[in-house]
Protein backbone atom coordinates (compact mmCIF):
# COMPACT_ATOMS: atom_id res chain seq x y z
CA UNK A 1 0.00 0.00 0.00
CA UNK A 2 0.97 3.71 -0.69
CA UNK A 3 2.41 5.53 2.30
CA UNK A 4 1.63 9.36 3.66
CA UNK A 5 5.03 9.18 4.79
CA UNK A 6 7.72 11.19 2.78
CA UNK A 7 11.62 11.22 3.69
CA UNK A 8 13.61 14.22 3.34
CA UNK A 9 16.43 14.01 5.43
CA UNK A 10 18.12 11.51 7.21
CA UNK A 11 21.12 11.26 10.27
CA UNK A 12 24.53 10.07 8.68
CA UNK A 13 25.05 8.77 12.89
CA UNK A 14 21.77 7.97 14.46
CA UNK A 15 18.14 6.69 13.32
CA UNK A 16 16.77 10.54 13.40
CA UNK A 17 15.04 11.50 10.32
CA UNK A 18 13.22 14.43 8.76
CA UNK A 19 10.16 14.11 6.68
CA UNK A 20 6.29 15.24 5.81
CA UNK A 21 3.12 13.63 6.53
CA UNK A 22 0.17 14.28 3.92
CA UNK A 23 -3.54 14.32 5.44
CA UNK A 24 -6.58 15.55 3.73
CA UNK A 25 -6.27 19.14 5.87
CA UNK A 26 -2.72 19.91 4.67
CA UNK A 27 0.91 18.60 4.99
CA UNK A 28 2.72 17.79 8.64
CA UNK A 29 6.73 18.20 8.57
CA UNK A 30 8.20 15.57 11.40
CA UNK A 31 9.47 15.26 13.61
CA UNK A 32 6.84 16.72 15.30
CA UNK A 33 4.80 17.53 18.43
CA UNK A 34 0.77 17.48 18.89
CA UNK A 35 -0.40 19.63 21.32
CA UNK A 36 -3.57 17.79 23.56
CA UNK A 37 -7.12 18.92 22.60
CA UNK A 38 -8.96 15.96 24.24
CA UNK A 39 -12.33 17.62 24.54
CA UNK A 40 -11.95 19.69 21.25
CA UNK A 41 -9.44 22.53 22.51
CA UNK A 42 -6.18 22.82 23.61
CA UNK A 43 -6.69 23.74 27.78
CA UNK A 44 -5.75 27.26 28.28
CA UNK A 45 -5.19 28.58 24.33
CA UNK A 46 -6.91 29.39 21.71
CA UNK A 47 -6.93 28.34 17.55
CA UNK A 48 -5.28 31.60 17.05
CA UNK A 49 -2.60 31.01 19.92
CA UNK A 50 -1.59 27.55 18.15
CA UNK A 51 -1.35 29.31 14.45
CA UNK A 52 1.26 31.86 15.96
CA UNK A 53 2.82 29.05 18.33
CA UNK A 54 3.26 27.35 15.00
CA UNK A 55 1.66 24.22 15.71
CA UNK A 56 0.76 21.91 12.35
CA UNK A 57 -1.20 19.32 14.25
CA UNK A 58 -3.27 18.67 17.32
CA UNK A 59 -4.64 15.78 19.15
CA UNK A 60 -8.35 15.03 20.32
CA UNK A 61 -9.90 12.16 21.84
CA UNK A 62 -12.65 9.90 20.97
CA UNK A 63 -13.32 8.38 24.22
CA UNK A 64 -14.24 12.17 25.55
CA UNK A 65 -15.72 13.05 22.43
CA UNK A 66 -17.76 10.43 22.00
CA UNK A 67 -19.22 11.13 25.98
CA UNK A 68 -19.60 14.47 25.72
CA UNK A 69 -20.72 16.32 23.03
CA UNK A 70 -21.23 13.35 21.21
CA UNK A 71 -19.40 12.27 17.27
CA UNK A 72 -23.23 12.68 15.85
CA UNK A 73 -23.55 16.03 16.97
CA UNK A 74 -19.64 17.12 15.41
CA UNK A 75 -20.63 15.47 12.60
CA UNK A 76 -23.91 17.67 12.41
CA UNK A 77 -21.89 20.97 12.98
CA UNK A 78 -19.75 20.27 10.41
CA UNK A 79 -17.09 18.13 11.66
CA UNK A 80 -14.34 18.37 14.70
CA UNK A 81 -12.35 20.84 12.41
CA UNK A 82 -15.10 23.33 11.91
CA UNK A 83 -16.67 22.82 15.28
CA UNK A 84 -13.37 23.91 17.03
CA UNK A 85 -12.42 26.64 14.42
CA UNK A 86 -9.13 24.39 13.75
CA UNK A 87 -8.76 24.19 10.08
CA UNK A 88 -5.18 22.58 10.16
CA UNK A 89 -4.48 18.98 10.42
CA UNK A 90 -6.31 16.71 13.64
CA UNK A 91 -5.44 13.00 15.35
CA UNK A 92 -7.89 11.39 17.30
CA UNK A 93 -6.71 8.88 19.84
CA UNK A 94 -8.85 5.98 19.98
CA UNK A 95 -9.77 5.74 23.53
CA UNK A 96 -8.36 3.06 24.17
CA UNK A 97 -5.71 4.86 26.69
CA UNK A 98 -8.31 6.04 28.49
CA UNK A 99 -10.74 3.20 28.60
CA UNK A 100 -6.93 1.55 30.34
CA UNK A 101 -6.69 4.51 32.46
CA UNK A 102 -10.18 3.87 34.05
CA UNK A 103 -9.56 0.19 33.86
CA UNK A 104 -12.12 0.23 37.49
CA UNK A 105 -14.85 1.71 35.31
CA UNK A 106 -13.88 -0.73 32.05
CA UNK A 107 -14.38 -4.35 31.03
CA UNK A 108 -12.44 -5.60 28.47
CA UNK A 109 -14.22 -8.14 25.85
CA UNK A 110 -13.35 -9.80 22.71
CA UNK A 111 -16.11 -7.88 21.66
CA UNK A 112 -14.90 -4.40 22.73
CA UNK A 113 -14.99 -2.33 25.68
CA UNK A 114 -18.06 -1.57 28.05
CA UNK A 115 -17.52 1.13 30.12
CA UNK A 116 -19.23 3.40 32.66
CA UNK A 117 -18.49 7.34 32.23
CA UNK A 118 -16.62 8.83 34.40
CA UNK A 119 -18.96 12.22 34.07
CA UNK A 120 -22.28 10.68 35.10
CA UNK A 121 -22.00 6.65 35.80
CA UNK A 122 -23.66 5.83 32.44
CA UNK A 123 -22.68 2.78 30.52
CA UNK A 124 -21.33 2.41 26.87
CA UNK A 125 -19.32 0.06 24.91
CA UNK A 126 -16.92 0.77 22.64
CA UNK A 127 -15.97 -1.89 19.48
CA UNK A 128 -13.07 -1.37 17.22
CA UNK A 129 -15.67 -1.24 14.46
CA UNK A 130 -17.75 2.00 16.85
CA UNK A 131 -13.90 3.29 17.70
CA UNK A 132 -13.33 4.11 13.40
CA UNK A 133 -17.03 4.71 12.95
CA UNK A 134 -17.03 7.74 15.53
CA UNK A 135 -13.68 8.95 14.17
CA UNK A 136 -14.94 8.84 11.37
CA UNK A 137 -17.84 11.13 12.08
CA UNK A 138 -15.30 13.46 14.08
CA UNK A 139 -13.71 13.72 10.21
CA UNK A 140 -10.61 13.62 11.81
CA UNK A 141 -7.03 13.38 9.87
CA UNK A 142 -5.32 10.63 11.54
CA UNK A 143 -7.45 7.78 13.41
CA UNK A 144 -6.14 5.42 15.83
CA UNK A 145 -7.34 1.62 16.31
CA UNK A 146 -8.78 0.67 19.49
CA UNK A 147 -6.28 -1.30 21.41
CA UNK A 148 -5.52 -2.60 24.41
CA UNK A 149 -3.03 -0.68 26.48
CA UNK A 150 -0.89 -2.75 28.79
CA UNK A 151 -0.17 -1.79 32.93
CA UNK A 152 3.36 -1.94 34.03
CA UNK A 153 4.84 -4.57 35.46
CA UNK A 154 2.67 -6.69 33.86
CA UNK A 155 3.43 -10.57 32.77
CA UNK A 156 4.36 -12.17 29.79
CA UNK A 157 1.64 -13.98 29.68
CA UNK A 158 -0.71 -10.70 30.31
CA UNK A 159 0.78 -8.68 27.92
CA UNK A 160 0.32 -11.67 25.29
CA UNK A 161 -3.02 -11.86 25.80
CA UNK A 162 -3.43 -8.04 25.62
CA UNK A 163 -1.36 -7.87 22.12
CA UNK A 164 -2.76 -11.21 20.82
CA UNK A 165 -6.06 -9.02 21.53
CA UNK A 166 -5.18 -5.54 20.30
CA UNK A 167 -3.74 -7.38 16.85
CA UNK A 168 -7.39 -9.15 16.37
CA UNK A 169 -8.77 -5.45 17.11
CA UNK A 170 -6.35 -3.80 14.49
CA UNK A 171 -7.92 -6.15 11.95
CA UNK A 172 -11.14 -5.47 12.66
CA UNK A 173 -10.54 -1.94 12.74
CA UNK A 174 -9.17 -1.78 9.05
CA UNK A 175 -11.90 -3.95 7.88
CA UNK A 176 -14.54 -1.29 9.01
CA UNK A 177 -12.23 2.02 7.52
CA UNK A 178 -14.65 3.32 4.79
CA UNK A 179 -13.06 5.21 2.40
CA UNK A 180 -12.73 8.73 3.23
CA UNK A 181 -9.52 9.56 2.99
CA UNK A 182 -8.62 9.72 6.60
CA UNK A 183 -5.51 7.71 7.59
CA UNK A 184 -5.63 4.95 9.85
CA UNK A 185 -3.11 4.25 12.41
CA UNK A 186 -1.68 0.61 13.81
CA UNK A 187 -1.26 0.45 17.52
CA UNK A 188 2.24 -1.69 18.49
CA UNK A 189 1.97 -3.15 21.88
CA UNK A 190 3.46 -5.88 23.76
CA UNK A 191 4.45 -4.17 27.01
CA UNK A 192 8.41 -4.54 27.89
CA UNK A 193 8.99 -7.48 25.99
CA UNK A 194 10.93 -7.82 22.96
CA UNK A 195 9.59 -10.68 21.34
CA UNK A 196 6.22 -9.65 21.95
CA UNK A 197 6.94 -6.25 20.42
CA UNK A 198 8.42 -7.68 17.27
CA UNK A 199 5.38 -9.95 16.93
CA UNK A 200 3.11 -6.89 17.34
CA UNK A 201 5.41 -4.99 14.38
CA UNK A 202 4.94 -8.10 12.29
CA UNK A 203 0.92 -8.56 12.64
CA UNK A 204 0.08 -4.76 11.94
CA UNK A 205 2.27 -4.39 9.07
CA UNK A 206 0.46 -7.63 7.67
CA UNK A 207 -2.74 -5.76 7.79
CA UNK A 208 -1.16 -2.78 6.62
CA UNK A 209 -1.66 0.64 8.04
CA UNK A 210 -0.81 4.39 6.83
CA UNK A 211 1.11 4.91 10.30
CA UNK A 212 2.14 2.58 13.05
CA UNK A 213 2.07 4.40 17.21
CA UNK A 214 4.36 2.34 20.08
CA UNK A 215 1.84 2.39 22.51
CA UNK A 216 1.94 1.12 26.28
CA UNK A 217 4.85 3.22 26.88
CA UNK A 218 5.54 5.81 29.63
CA UNK A 219 3.25 3.95 31.90
CA UNK A 220 5.05 3.69 34.81
CA UNK A 221 8.53 2.04 33.39
CA UNK A 222 12.17 3.33 34.11
CA UNK A 223 12.96 5.94 31.59
CA UNK A 224 16.28 3.59 29.95
CA UNK A 225 13.43 0.43 29.74
CA UNK A 226 11.11 3.61 27.88
CA UNK A 227 14.11 4.32 25.30
CA UNK A 228 15.20 0.64 24.36
CA UNK A 229 11.93 -0.49 23.91
CA UNK A 230 11.29 2.55 22.11
CA UNK A 231 14.54 2.21 19.71
CA UNK A 232 14.26 -1.99 19.11
CA UNK A 233 10.48 -1.22 18.08
CA UNK A 234 11.21 1.43 15.67
CA UNK A 235 13.91 -0.23 14.23
CA UNK A 236 11.65 -3.11 13.04
CA UNK A 237 8.95 -0.85 11.78
CA UNK A 238 8.51 0.22 7.89
CA UNK A 239 11.30 2.83 7.22
CA UNK A 240 8.45 4.78 4.62
CA UNK A 241 5.88 4.77 7.02
CA UNK A 242 5.28 7.25 10.17
CA UNK A 243 6.22 6.07 13.38
CA UNK A 244 4.34 7.50 16.46
CA UNK A 245 5.03 7.44 20.23
CA UNK A 246 1.92 7.86 22.27
CA UNK A 247 2.04 9.66 25.11
CA UNK A 248 5.79 11.07 25.74
CA UNK A 249 6.83 12.77 27.27
CA UNK A 250 9.71 15.30 28.40
CA UNK A 251 11.77 17.45 26.28
CA UNK A 252 14.41 14.90 27.03
CA UNK A 253 12.34 11.88 25.80
CA UNK A 254 11.28 13.77 22.68
CA UNK A 255 15.05 14.52 22.11
CA UNK A 256 15.61 10.73 22.76
CA UNK A 257 13.21 9.15 20.62
CA UNK A 258 14.00 11.25 17.83
CA UNK A 259 17.46 10.13 17.90
CA UNK A 260 16.36 6.47 17.78
CA UNK A 261 13.81 7.34 14.44
CA UNK A 262 10.50 8.63 16.11
CA UNK A 263 8.71 10.95 13.98
CA UNK A 264 5.32 12.01 16.23
CA UNK A 265 4.36 13.02 19.41
CA UNK A 266 1.69 13.95 21.84
CA UNK A 267 1.83 14.76 25.55
CA UNK A 268 -0.55 16.34 28.19
CA UNK A 269 2.97 18.04 29.64
CA UNK A 270 3.28 20.80 28.26
CA UNK A 271 -0.23 22.11 29.01
CA UNK A 272 -0.86 20.80 32.21
CA UNK A 273 2.58 21.99 33.74
CA UNK A 274 1.64 25.03 32.56
CA UNK A 275 -1.61 25.23 34.69
CA UNK A 276 0.57 23.92 37.70
CA UNK A 277 3.56 26.77 37.64
CA UNK A 278 6.10 24.82 36.16
CA UNK A 279 7.42 26.67 32.87
CA UNK A 280 9.79 24.08 30.11
CA UNK A 281 12.91 26.44 29.56
CA UNK A 282 16.20 26.19 27.30
CA UNK A 283 17.93 25.69 30.76
CA UNK A 284 15.43 22.87 31.98
CA UNK A 285 12.27 23.65 34.23
CA UNK A 286 11.51 26.96 35.68
CA UNK A 287 9.35 26.78 38.65
CA UNK A 288 6.97 30.28 38.89
CA UNK A 289 6.29 30.08 42.23
CA UNK A 290 9.09 30.00 43.66
CA UNK A 291 10.27 33.19 45.80
CA UNK A 292 13.21 33.79 43.89
CA UNK A 293 11.16 35.06 40.73
CA UNK A 294 9.31 37.65 43.07
CA UNK A 295 10.89 40.62 41.75
CA UNK A 296 12.73 39.10 38.66
CA UNK A 297 12.37 41.18 35.62
CA UNK A 298 13.92 38.53 32.99
CA UNK A 299 11.60 36.73 30.71
CA UNK A 300 10.79 32.88 31.56
CA UNK A 301 13.45 32.26 29.03
CA UNK A 302 15.77 34.69 28.25
CA UNK A 303 16.30 32.58 24.73
CA UNK A 304 12.59 32.09 23.55
CA UNK A 305 10.86 34.51 21.39
CA UNK A 306 7.01 33.73 22.30
CA UNK A 307 4.43 35.89 23.16
CA UNK A 308 5.04 35.58 26.71
CA UNK A 309 8.46 35.77 27.01
CA UNK A 310 8.24 38.84 24.69
CA UNK A 311 5.54 40.88 27.05
CA UNK A 312 5.65 39.55 30.12
CA UNK A 313 8.45 38.85 32.99
CA UNK A 314 8.75 36.15 35.53
CA UNK A 315 7.66 38.29 38.28
CA UNK A 316 4.40 39.30 36.69
CA UNK A 317 4.13 35.68 35.55
CA UNK A 318 4.78 34.40 39.50
CA UNK A 319 1.87 37.53 40.61
CA UNK A 320 -0.47 35.61 38.19
CA UNK A 321 -0.07 32.47 39.38
CA UNK A 322 0.00 33.03 43.10
CA UNK A 323 -3.48 35.19 42.54
CA UNK A 324 -5.27 32.51 40.71
CA UNK A 325 -5.30 34.51 37.77
CA UNK A 326 -6.98 32.89 34.40
CA UNK A 327 -4.36 34.62 32.45
CA UNK A 328 -1.57 32.63 34.49
CA UNK A 329 -2.92 29.30 32.29
CA UNK A 330 -2.79 30.87 29.17
CA UNK A 331 0.49 32.57 29.59
CA UNK A 332 2.18 29.66 31.13
CA UNK A 333 0.52 27.52 28.15
CA UNK A 334 1.57 29.75 25.34
CA UNK A 335 5.02 30.13 26.36
CA UNK A 336 5.09 25.91 27.08
CA UNK A 337 3.56 24.87 23.65
CA UNK A 338 6.29 27.53 21.48
CA UNK A 339 9.00 25.86 23.37
CA UNK A 340 7.65 22.29 22.63
CA UNK A 341 7.11 23.31 19.30
CA UNK A 342 10.34 25.35 18.71
CA UNK A 343 12.34 21.93 19.72
CA UNK A 344 10.95 20.32 17.22
CA UNK A 345 11.72 23.13 14.50
CA UNK A 346 15.16 22.84 15.92
CA UNK A 347 15.66 18.88 15.76
CA UNK A 348 13.99 19.04 12.01
CA UNK A 349 16.78 21.55 10.87
CA UNK A 350 19.69 20.13 12.36
CA UNK A 351 18.74 17.06 11.08
CA UNK A 352 18.47 18.38 7.67
CA UNK A 353 21.93 19.55 8.00
CA UNK A 354 23.25 16.61 9.37
CA UNK A 355 24.08 17.21 12.75
CA UNK A 356 21.85 16.05 14.93
CA UNK A 357 24.11 14.33 17.28
CA UNK A 358 25.76 17.74 18.11
CA UNK A 359 22.30 19.21 18.60
CA UNK A 360 21.94 16.23 20.95
CA UNK A 361 24.67 17.20 22.77
CA UNK A 362 24.18 21.31 23.04
CA UNK A 363 20.72 20.40 24.07
CA UNK A 364 21.98 18.42 27.33
CA UNK A 365 24.98 20.88 27.68
CA UNK A 366 22.51 23.70 28.15
CA UNK A 367 20.90 22.14 30.61
CA UNK A 368 24.30 20.30 32.30
CA UNK A 369 22.71 16.92 32.57
CA UNK A 370 24.74 14.07 30.98
CA UNK A 371 23.33 12.21 27.54
CA UNK A 372 21.60 9.19 28.17
CA UNK A 373 22.93 5.87 26.75
CA UNK A 374 22.29 5.14 23.41
Given amino acids: MSSPFTLHAQSSRCAARAGEVRTLHGVIQTPVFMPVGTQATVKGVTPENLLEIGAQIILGNTYHLFLRP ?25 GGFQIYSLKELARITEAGATFKSHLDGSSHFLSPEDAVAVQEALGSDIMMCLDTCIPYPATWQEAETATALTARWAARCRAAQQET ?24 VSIGFDGYALGGLSVGEPTEVMYDMTARTAALLPADFPKYVMGVGTPEDLVECVFRGIDMFDCVMPTRNARNGMLFTSQGRLVIKNACHYNDPRPADENCDCYTCRNYSRAYLRHLYMAKEIMASQLNTIHNLHYFVNLMAEMRQAIKEDRFEIFRKEFYAMREQQIPPN
Avoid: C
Avoid at 73 to 94: E, V, Y
Fill in 181 to 204: GQLLFGIVQGGMYPDLRARSVQDM
Fill in 70 to 94: GHELIRQLGGLHKFMNWHKPILTDS
